[in-house]
C-alpha cells in the first residue's frame, strides 16, 4: 500500500514537471528562406551615355521651342540629351528638345513645327510635339509622317497658356501631359532609341585638337542670336549664353550644362514669302566638334535622320553627357578659341 502511494506521488510529480518543461519549449520555428537583398536595376541612357538608376521614359520625345527673346529663359532645356538649333524664319532660332533619359515637369514655350524639324525627330523615333506648322509641316503631320502631338488640337487641354508670356510665346506643356496625350492616341512610347556612341574616360581624356574654351556661333549680327558657349575645366561641363545672358531654367535659374558642342554647315534657301527656310539636312558637309575644351574639324553625314560627325572616315564619339547641334548656313559664322 504504501509503495502504491509512494508510486503514484512519483508519478504526479514527473507529469507536472513534463507539463512545465513543455510550456517552457520554444516551438520550432519554420525554416526560413534568406532574404534576397534586391540591386538597383542600372542602365545606360542611350542619348547620353550616363549611367542611371531610374528607368527613363524608353520612347524619345522631341519638342519644338521658341527661342525668341521674349521666351527667354525656357523651360526644360537642361534636361534635354540632346538639342537641335537650327533657324527659322526672320533670323530667329529656335530649339528641338529630345528628351528620353530626363522627364521635365514642365517644358516650353512650345512653338510651330517646320519640316527640318520633323526630319531630325524621325532619326530617333521621337514623338514629335509642336503648336503649330507651316503649311509643309502641317501636310507631313496630317499624313502621319510621325507621331505627333499638336497644340493647334490641344490648346487649353494638353497645352497651358501662362500667364507671365504673351503669346505665341506663352504654350506650355507638362511631360504628364504628354505621356496622356501619348496614351489617349494610342501611340507606343516602350521602344528606347538606338545608342549613340560614346568616348571612354580615358579616351576623353586623351583628346586632341585645337584650344575651343570659348565658342561663339554668330546666327546674324544681332547679338540677340549669336549663341556663345564657355568650356569650366574644373566641371568638365560648357555653358551656353546669348543676348549676353547665361541659358537657364526659368523656374530655377539652372544652367544648360554641355558636353558636346557640334556645329554644322548646311545649305539654307528662302522658301516663301514668309521668309520660311528649306534646309538640306542629306548632302552631309563640313562641321566642328567641341569637346573637352578642345575642337576638331569633321565632316557630317545623315544617317537615317540623324546628324554624325566623321574624321578620316571615322564616326566621332561624344563625351557622356548633353549634346546641343548647331545647324548653321556656314561655318564662317563660328569662332573660337581660348
Known amino acids: 500500500m504504501r509503495l502504491t502511494k509512494l508510486a503514484c506521488v512519483v508519478l504526479a510529480t514527473l507529469v507536472l514537471f513534463a ?37 527613363p521614359p524608353e520612347r524619345a520625345v522631341a519638342v519644338t521651342i521658341n527661342n525668341h527673346p521674349d521666351a527667354r529663359p525656357q523651360s526644360g532645356l537642361s534636361q534635354a540629351d540632346v538639342v537641335y538649333e537650327v533657324l527659322a524664319e526672320g533670323k530667329v532660332t529656335r530649339f528641338l528638345a529630345i528628351f528620353q533619359s530626363e522627364k521635365p515637369e514642365s517644358i516650353g514655350p512650345v512653338r510651330s513645327a517646320r519640316q527640318y524639324f520633323i526630319d531630325l525627330s524621325q532619326g530617333y523615333d521621337a514623338l514629335f510635339i509642336a503648336h503649330g506648322y507651316s503649311p509643309e509641316a502641317k501636310q507631313a503631320l ?15 487641354t494638353l497645352f497651358k497658356r501662362v500667364d507671365f508670356r504673351q503669346a505665341p510665346h ?27 556612341s560614346f568616348l571612354t574616360d580615358e579616351e576623353a581624356g586623351n583628346l586632341s585638337g585645337d584650344a575651343a574654351a570659348n565658342v561663339k556661333v554668330a546666327y546674324s549680327q544681332d547679338a540677340t542670336f549669336i549663341a556663345e558657349y564657355h568650356y569650366d575645366a574644373e566641371d568638365e561641363k560648357y555653358t551656353r549664353s546669348s543676348g549676353g545672358a547665361e541659358t537657364v531654367e526659368y523656374d530655377n535659374d539652372k544652367p544648360v550644362l554641355l558636353d558636346n558642342i557640334i556645329v554644322i554647315e548646311a545649305a539654307h534657301t528662302t522658301k516663301d514669302s514668309e521668309g520660311r527656310l528649306g534646309i538640306n539636312l542629306d548632302s552631309g558637309g563640313k562641321a566642328y566638334v567641341f569637346q573637352k575644351g578642345i575642337a576638331q574639324e569633321a565632316e557630317w553625314k545623315n544617317e537615317d535622320g540623324r546628324i554624325f560627325p566623321y574624321i578620316n572616315g571615322e564616326p566621332i564619339k561624344l563625351v557622356p553627357g548633353k549634346t546641343w547641334i548647331n545647324i548653321v548656313p556656314e561655318l564662317t559664322m563660328v569662332s573660337f578659341g581660348e
Do not use: W
Not at 182 to 192: F, I, N, P, S
Open 19 to 55: 507539463s512545465a518543461c513543455s510550456k517552457n519549449e520554444t516551438p520550432e520555428e519554420p525554416d526560413k528562406k534568406p532574404v534576397k537583398e534586391e540591386t538597383p536595376v542600372k542602365a545606360t541612357a542611350p542619348l547620353t551615355g550616363v549611367e542611371t538608376k531610374i528607368a
Open 142 to 156: 496630317k499624313s502621319g509622317a510621325i507621331d505627333n502631338i499638336n497644340g493647334i488640337q490641344h490648346d487649353g
Open 170 to 196: 506663352n504654350s506650355y506643356i507638362t511631360f504628364k501631359n504628354i505621356e496622356k496625350g501619348a496614351e489617349d492616341a494610342g501611340y507606343e512610347m516602350d521602344e528606347a532609341p538606338k545608342p549613340l
